[in-house]
C-alpha cells in the first residue's frame, strides 16, 4: 500500500450516532415516515443530496432549511465531543512513519470536518481533505475517486479506500480501488455484505494494528 484513502464519519471518528438521531428527529419532528436502512441511504449522499433525499420522502422543508438545522444541531459535537475510533491515532502514525500518503473523502461539510480533525489532532496526516461539496459529487459516484486519485498522483491498485458503507465500497471498487470495510453499529444491517464485497474487513484498526506487531 502507497496510499490510503479514509472516508471519515463511522470510519475515523464515532460520529454516526450523531447523525442517526438528527436525520430521525427532523422527520419525526415533522410527522414524515422514513425506511429501516435510512443511515445506510444517507451516508455517501452528503448534505446536498441528502436533503434532497428527504425531501423526497415528504419532508416540507427546502434544502437551505434542512441544512441550517442540520449544522445547528451537528456543529456543536463536531466541535466539542466526537471522538476517534479505536486504533485510528495509532494507526495513522504506522502508516506516517512508513510513508504512506493519506488523504480523507467524506460526504460531510467543510464546517463539520475541519474543526473536528483539528481538534482530534489528525488534520497533519493528510495530504487532501476532500468533501462531496469540493468536487460537486458524491461517494456513490466512481468521479469522486478518480478525482481524489489524480489529486493524490496515486494509482487505484496502489491505494486502499477505509469506508464502514456498502455503497461507497462498491464505488471505490468500481473505480479500481482495494478496499478495506471497516465495522461500524450504523451499518450492522449491511456488514455480511461488506464482507463478501470487501477486500479486506476489520473490526476496528486495532486489528490492523495487531498485525503490524
Known amino acids: 500500500m502507497k496510499y490510503a484513502v479514509f472516508d471519515m464519519d463511522g470510519t475515523l471518528i464515532d460520529s454516526m450516532p450523531v447523525w442517526s438521531n438528527m436525520g430521525v428527529d427532523i422527520l419525526k419532528a415533522n410527522g414524515?415516515?422514513?425506511?429501516?436502512?435510512?443511515?445506510?441511504?444517507?451516508?455517501?449522499?452528503?448534505?446536498?443530496?441528502?436533503?434532497?433525499?428527504?425531501?423526497?420522502?415528504g419532508l416540507n422543508m427546502t434544502k437551505e432549511e434542512i441544512f441550517l438545522t442540520e449544522v445547528s444541531y451537528a456543529a456543536?459535537?463536531?466541535?466539542?465531543?466526537?471522538?476517534?475510533?479505536?486504533?485510528?491515532m495509532e494507526y495513522l502514525k504506522s502508516l506516517k512513519k512508513a510513508g504512506v500518503k493519506m488523504s480523507v473523502l467524506t460526504a460531510s461539510p467543510h464546517v463539520f470536518i475541519d474543526p473536528c480533525l483539528k481538534r482530534l489532532k489528525?488534520?497533519?496526516?493528510?495530504?487532501?481533505?476532500?468533501?462531496?461539496?469540493?468536487?460537486?459529487?458524491?461517494?456513490?459516484?466512481?468521479?469522486?475517486?478518480?478525482?481524489?486519485?489524480?489529486?493524490?498522483?496515486?494509482?487505484?491498485?496502489?491505494?486502499?479506500?477505509f469506508d464502514d458503507n456498502l455503497k461507497a465500497l462498491e464505488t471505490a471498487k468500481k473505480a479500481g480501488l482495494?478496499?478495506?470495510?471497516?465495522?461500524?453499529?450504523?451499518?450492522?444491517?449491511?456488514?455480511?455484505?461488506?464482507?463478501?464485497l470487501a477486500d479486506m474487513y476489520i473490526e476496528s484498526f486495532e486489528n490492523l494494528l495487531q498485525r503490524l506487531r
Not at 456543536?76 to 485510528?88: A, D, F, N, Q, R
Not at 488534520?123 to 468533501?131: A, E, H, L, R, T
Open 178 to 196: 482495494i478496499t478495506c470495510g471497516v465495522y461500524d453499529e450504523a451499518s450492522e444491517g449491511s456488514m455480511e455484505e461488506i464482507k463478501k
Open 122 to 161: 489528525v488534520d497533519g496526516f493528510f495530504d487532501y481533505i476532500v468533501s462531496a461539496e469540493d468536487i460537486g459529487v458524491t461517494k456513490s459516484e466512481v468521479k469522486s475517486f478518480e478525482i481524489l486519485l489524480e489529486k493524490m498522483g496515486a494509482e487505484p491498485h496502489e491505494t486502499v479506500m
Open 32 to 57: 414524515v415516515s422514513y425506511p429501516d436502512n435510512i443511515l445506510e441511504i444517507l451516508t455517501p449522499l452528503g448534505i446536498n443530496k441528502g436533503s434532497e433525499y428527504l425531501i423526497e420522502l
Open 76 to 88: 456543536k459535537y463536531y466541535e466539542e465531543s466526537i471522538p476517534l475510533k479505536k486504533g485510528v
